[in-house]
Each structure stands twice: as structure tokens, then as C-alpha cells.
């Protein structure tokens, strides 16, 4: 053995340490001894090591929650996240993608449903959902609207409707998981995916009830007369009286294939008469008014209260929009309106469908007519309506392509719809 300039200080310390080693054999042995166990200490220093997702795991905590219609993801982390280099539709089984998601999946089921947060563009207005395979191969992909904020810069909040991420109730495992994207699958830094996963929980998915939820009101009935909505912005809204009726449905089926939204101001009377069309047209996104029970002119408010008890109990709905018959409004209306909780609408583009003037008249006046916050009267009952259905996809289109957007009534108002837990 190659004797150094440190090895007799070395011996000096073992031999006052212990004060029995007489033998130099003996210590030379333990010098070599020492030596080796310094030698593997520096290799493993030397010598990069992959630490576990456990041990580098980035995410704190994760929960769901719901509020209204809306599901909501918290997600807590160690570190600042860049959310414009986040991946919103990544590949989930290359190594090169950097995301942050929420994975849903359907107890007993073997797909996924990712919902991904980020990316270069409307960062904070949208996620990124992929259907996957439980290997992560994806079967489809898009993005949907949402509400994301950073809370603090380690906690984000991202709300959306799971409708929208193709999410019914139901019971679902769950967890949070995060990809560093340094995980190259080929050449000499090639690393298994698994060791750029970290998830929340770590070790197993947790359980999340999601509750199917209804529509049962909205805000803002404080008895306002309204014949239009805000004038800043390309917005308009279809409403429909004296429904429901045999033509309700025709007219549902062109919102639908349109995509487009309208409020109907349902007599009482026929939602006792129609109830399924009455629960379809909310079931479908629309909003429901009171127009009183039977059409009355100037109504009483035992009429408003009892036109509202039969929707209610059709639908469970009730109603915080009223419009009176034949638009006739006094003061005494008005408080009975207040009364109930209800804003008091009328409008600012009349087809008069109800003069059978035809559908080419009935598209025409409504896209000659037309300002932005405009509200459109026209009728799905009452009479002979076919003239109306028949103007309805046509005025959409028209309207689209002027730049309209077609909301409900209480939309245009900015006032919001109220959900609740279905029991």
C-alpha cells in the first residue's frame, strides 16, 4: 500500500480513539477499511439518482367540491406554477409533455377523463379534456370553458361545468397528477415515464360523489320593468309566450340543432296541460317566465302567485321573470310583481307573429329590428304558430351572422340561474 502525507495523522486518530491498537498490521487493515467506505460514499455522490415521485412530489393537497352546476378543483403546490407551459391537450404517453391535471375516472370503468389546465393561450378561460384508455392512449380531445384562477401563487382554483367534460353523476375515482415533461423516451437520458408522475393522493385515488343538480331559480326578481338589456355588446334575446303548446316542441327541436338558448313565458294554465314540454325546454338550457295563468289583462296577484305555485311544482323551478299579458303594465302590476320576486319584461322588437304575417316577414323584422341587448317577442302558443317555427332557424343564422350571441333573458341582465342538489 502507497503510503500519503494524511495516513500517519490517520493512524494518530484511530490509535488515541481507541487506545487499544498495538498492531500496525491491524491498522492498516482498518485504514483500507476506512478508505473503501470513503470511496463508495463519493461514487454515490458522484452518481445522479432519480428520487421517487413520493419524495418530489410538487402537488400538496388536491379537492373537489361542488357548487350549483359547477364542479370545482383545488389543487395546492410546492412551487410556482407556470401555467402558460402547461400542456392542456398533452400526449399522455410521450415523456416530453408538461401538464397538470384532474383524472376522473368512473368506478368500474377503464376510460379517463382528464381535464387539463393551462396552455400559451385563454390560460384561465378554458381546460383542456382528453378521453383516455387507462394506459393513456387518447380517444378524443377538446376544450372546453372554465374559470381558473391563482389564488395564491401556489394554489389554483379551476371551476367548469362537468356536463361540458362529459362528467354525469355518479360516483368517480380521482386524483391530481402532475408531469415534469423530462422524461425522454429514447437516446441515452431515455428515463420511464413513471419517474416524472407525481400524483394527489400519492399512493391511492380517492372518491368523489358527483350529484346530479337542477335548475330551481334565479336572481334578481326585484320587480325592475325592463324592455332590453345592456346596448354594449352583440347579445339578443328570443323569448316565446303563451306556451307550452303542441308547436313548443318544434320549436325546441331548431334551439337545439342551433345551439341556441330562449326564454319562454309559460301561461299556467298550459304548463298543467304541457308539462313535459314545460320541464324539457329547462331541461334543455332554456329559462322559464310567468305570463301569468290564464292570460289575464292586468293580472291580480293571487293570478301571479297561483301561475307561479303550478310551475314550481311542475318543474320545480320558480321563476324570477314575469311578462304581462299584451305588455300592459301599471303601477299596481308592477308591486304585485315585486311581490313575487320577479322583474317585469316586455321587449323592443315585435314580430307581431300573432297577425300570421308570414315567415319571411317574421325573419325579416326581426334582423331589421335587432340592436344589441334587444329582446324579441314572438309566440309558441296562443294560436297557429307555424309561421313562427318556421322564421326561427333562419333569424338565428341571420343573427349569428351579424355577430349576435342568443342568451336567455337572465343572461342578458347578468343575473344568474340557481342550482341545487336534486334529493
Known amino acids: 500500500m502507497v503510503r500519503t502525507g494524511t495516513e500517519p495523522i490517520l493512524e494518530m486518530m484511530l490509535i488515541r480513539s481507541t487506545g487499544t491498537l498495538r498492531s500496525g498490521i491491524r491498522l492498516r487493515q482498518q485504514l483500507a477499511l476506512l478508505a473503501f467506505f470513503l470511496l463508495i460514499a463519493s461514487l454515490a455522490v458522484l452518481i445522479p439518482s432519480h428520487a421517487s415521485s413520493a419524495d418530489q412530489n410538487p402537488i400538496q393537497s388536491g379537492r373537489l367540491s361542488q357548487k350549483g352546476k359547477s364542479l370545482i378543483v383545488q389543487i395546492r403546490t410546492s412551487q410556482k406554477v407556470n401555467m402558460g407551459k402547461l400542456d392542456r391537450r398533452p400526449d399522455f404517453m410521450g415523456g416530453n409533455h408538461r401538464y397538470l391535471c384532474l383524472q376522473m375516472n368512473p368506478r368500474g370503468g377503464t376510460s379517463f377523463v382528464r381535464i387539463c389546465l393551462g396552455g400559451p393561450t385563454r390560460t384561465y378561460s378554458v381546460l383542456g379534456v382528453s378521453r383516455t384508455s387507462d394506459t393513456g392512449r387518447v380517444r378524443s380531445s377538446k376544450v372546453i370553458r372554465a374559470e381558473v384562477k391563482k389564488a395564491t401563487p401556489y394554489r389554483l382554483v379551476a371551476t367548469f361545468d362537468p356536463r361540458a367534460a362529459g362528467l354525469p353523476s355518479g360516483k368517480y375515482a380521482w386524483r391530481i397528477a402532475n408531469h415534469s415533461g423530462r422524461c425522454p423516451q429514447s437516446g441515452p437520458d431515455a428515463r420511464p415515464i413513471g419517474e416524472c408522475l407525481s400524483f394527489f393522493p400519492p399512493k391511492r385515488r380517492a372518491v368523489y360523489d358527483l350529484r346530479p343538480v337542477r335548475v330551481v331559480g334565479c336572481t334578481g326578481g326585484n320587480g325592475e320593468f325592463v324592455t332590453h338589456g345592456p346596448r354594449g355588446r352583440k347579445r339578443v334575446a328570443l323569448t316565446f309566450d303563451d306556451g307550452p303548446s303542441d308547436y313548443t316542441p318544434k320549436v325546441l327541436h331548431i334551439l337545439k340543432r342551433k345551439k341556441a338558448s330562449a326564454t319562454f313565458f309559460m301561461l299556467g294554465q298550459q304548463v298543467a296541460r304541457y308539462k313535459t314540454f314545460a320541464r324539457r325546454a329547462l331541461a334543455l338550457g ?77 325573419r325579416s323584422t326581426i334582423l331589421g329590428n335587432v340592436r344589441p341587448g334587444s329582446i324579441v317577442l314572438m309566440h309558441d302558443g296562443g294560436g297557429p304558430r307555424q309561421g313562427t317555427v318556421d322564421a326561427l332557424s333562419g333569424a338565428i343564422s341571420g343573427l349569428r351572422a351579424r355577430g349576435y350571441r342568443l342568451v336567455t333573458v337572465s343572461q342578458l341582465l347578468g343575473n344568474r340561474m340557481i342550482y341545487r342538489p336534486v334529493p
Not at 293570478?303 to 299584451?326: D, E, G, K
Not at 320576486?341 to 321587449?347: E, G
Open 286 to 362: 332554456h329559462e322559464i317566465g310567468n305570463h301569468s295563468y290564464d292570460h289575464d289583462l292586468l293580472p291580480s296577484s293571487s293570478n301571479l302567485r297561483h301561475a307561479n305555485r303550478t310551475i314550481s311544482q311542475v318543474t320545480h323551478f320558480r321563476p324570477c321573470l314575469f311578462r304581462p299579458p299584451y305588455g300592459a303594465v301599471n303601477s299596481s302590476l308592477k308591486a304585485s310583481a315585486r311581490a313575487e320576486r320577479m322583474k317585469v319584461i316586455n321587449w323592443d322588437v315585435d314580430t307581431n307573429d300573432w297577425k300570421l304575417p308570414g315567415s319571411s316577414a317574421i
